[in-house]
């Protein structure tokens, strides 16, 4: 028996407790089944679990009272945390349970103590003290052991989803119930249209684009991604009207990297062809300038991107008249004949533009013209032009 009169007093008290232990956690199984609402509805953990989770933890609280060195166990706890995470019984239902237990458990020992002539104030205070310090370490140890099982089992959901997303995009899923389920798994719609997003990473293997799924999905806009090492893939649901600006928008919001979002596609079978799409609009996006290219939308900078041994050859052979310039002329007529070109051909915008005065333009522009040989007013050289420029920028940019 303890020396300590007043832990002599505990250690009597956890006794008269635990003589009462089955009759306890009956007691206080029928209180979770009536005033938890969860457990009163849901039958997802049954009376036996409920009272062997009661029945360790009265074992191991009271067992300790009136022996303050004596080191007690909350691997019970943790396990009843990853139990009733395994369950899928939400955390407020089971801290519900807890503070109803500790309450119950708290009015039994101070009836207890009053029924006791031996037990003092100061033994009363003692119990109180140690039965709330106890619960408290319990409560710790049942919370975490919930939160380690739930992250395990969002590691192994994301997993799952990312190794489907790669089977769309391998294209090897082609069976149509493979892709019902598929989609119901990614919890994405089973119809159409969708597209594929294809981002360039900075470094390999890190996302460039973090919690884009929830970002989206805040949104009404249900995604699923899958990080590989040189991009970062998504299928976005457009949805029955289409959400491509909204996307895009979202998409903006991160810092800028080169970006390409694919024509929208009908069935997720055609996933693996549509990511194709999206890597030559990410590799004809410029971050500098444009990061973000939709590839139904830049059709010039998709043919400069698409075949991109042949679209250097031309470059060099409409632009390479230039390279005898000095580099900064020669940058001055490209940066003049872009803003021509972004402005509609209108020499007083694209002079606002570039903060000179419009004749400058119109000076640079009859340069340049008479260096290549193509008029920027004539539709088919102005089109060689144009996919030229884009061509020696892109590479530029690389």
């Known amino acids: 028996m303890p020396a300590d009169p007043v832990e002599a007093q505990l250690a009597a008290l956890g006794g008269a407790l635990l003589s009462r232990a089955d009759e306890l956690a009956d007691t206080m199984v029928t209180l979770m089944r009536r005033d938890v609402s969860f457990h009163r509805t849901v039958a997802l953990v049954t009376d036996e679990q409920l009272r062997h989770a009661v029945r360790t933890h009265l074992d191991f609280i009271l067992g300790v009272f009136g022996h303050p060195d004596r080191d007690y166990d909350t691997s019970a706890a943790a396990a009843t945390g990853r139990s009733r995470a395994t369950a899928g019984v939400p955390l407020p239902a089971v801290m519900d349970s807890y503070r109803i237990c500790a309450r119950f458990l708290w009015d039994e020992l101070r009836a207890e103590a009053l029924r006791s002539e031996s037990v003092s104030d100061a ?33 192994g959901r994301q997993q799952e989803r990312s190794a489907m997303v790669q089977a769309l995009i391998d294209g090897r899923l082609t069976d149509t119930v493979d892709l019902w389920n598929t989609a119901d798994a990614l919890r994405i719609s089973l119809q159409g249209p969708y ?37 970062e893939v998504g299928i976005v649901h457009l949805g029955p009207s289409g959400q491509l600006d909204l996307i895009v928008g979202v998409l903006s919001d991160y810092p800028p990297v080169r970006i390409g979002i ?15 799409y999206a890597r030559i609009a990410m590799t004809a996006s410029r971050p500098d300038r444009d ?11 998709v043919t400069a991107a698409a075949a991109p041994e042949v679209m250097n050859h031309i470059a060099a052979n409409v632009l390479g008249a230039l390279d005898d310039l000095p580099a900064h002329e020669r940058d001055a007529l490209l940066d003049t004949l872009e803003a021509w070109f972004d402005h509609g051909g209108s020499a007083e915008r694209a002079a606002q533009a570039l903060y000179v005065h419009p004749n400058t333009v119109r000076q640079r522009l009859r340069k340049l013209e008479d ?17 030229a420029l884009e061509t020696t920028r892109r590479n530029a940019g690389d």
């Not at 981002?199 to 799924?213: C, D, N, Y």
Request: glycine share 8%; charged share 20%; net charge negative.
């Open 195 to 231: 597209v594929v997003v294809c981002a360039e990473l900075a470094s390999i293997g890190r996302s460039v684009l973090p919690g884009v799924e929830d970002r989206l999905a805040g949104h009404g806009v249900f995604s699923a991604w899958r990080l590989q090492p040189d991009i």
């Open 123 to 155: 033994g009363l205070v003692r119990a109180s003290s140690a039965m709330w310090m106890a619960l408290e370490d319990f409560t710790t140890a049942m919370v975490s052991g919930y939160q380690q099982e739930m992250a395990r089992q969002l590691v």
């Open 371 to 387: 260096r290549t040989g193509r008029l920027v007013t004539e539709p088919r050289s102005a089109a060689e032009l144009c996919i």
């Open 262 to 276: 694919s024509p929208p596609m009908g069935d997720l079978a055609d996933t693996a062809g549509a990511l194709r």
């Open 291 to 301: 990061p973000i290219t939709i590839f139904d939308q830049k059709v010039t900078a």
